[in-house]
Nanobody, 126 residues
Framework: QVQLVESGGGSVQAGGSLRLSCAAS????????MAWFRQAPGKEREVVAT????????RYADSVKGRFTISQDNAKNTVHLQMNSLKPEDTAMYYC???????????????????WGQGTQVTVSS
């Protein structure tokens, strides 16, 4: 069982920055992939970024490339999402997820992730 708790959401104006954090229970990196997803009202949950914990290899959705950075702090069992140059379309509930199984790459499909945090709201105003 992996427990995840997100923090760091809030309201910001377009062009601003926020840093989300996901505190994971011990041994979260037993399963290779951590990810951030987001879901806006009336829309499906979509991947934002993934990190392969053993190598720190990262992948991003096209919509956030160059603006968002996912990273991990192994000593603190924490995964971060640094979000810069925020846009109104980034407004959503953001979720941290752990894949819950060991593989060779991190999937982008939400249904393949077993463990989820409760979410943190990000609101970007124009």
């Amino acid at each position: 069982q992996v427990q995840l708790v997100e923090s760091g959401g809030g309201s910001v104006q377009a062009g601003g920055s926020l840093r989300l954090s996901c505190a994971a229970s011990r041994y979260y990196d037993r399963y290779n992939c951590m990810a951030w997803f987001r879901q806006a009202p009336g829309k499906e949950r979509e991947v934002v970024a993934t990190i392969y914990t053993s190598s720190s290899s990262t992948r991003y959705a096209d919509s956030v490339k160059g603006r968002f950075t996912i990273s991990q702090d192994n000593a603190k069992n924490t995964v971060h999402l640094q979000m810069n140059s925020l846009k109104p379309e980034d407004t959503a509930m953001y979720y941290c997820a752990n894949v819950g199984w060991s593989g060779y790459s991190c999937p982008f499909l939400p249904r393949l992730y077993m463990y989820w945090g409760q979410g943190t709201q990000v609101t970007v105003s124009s």
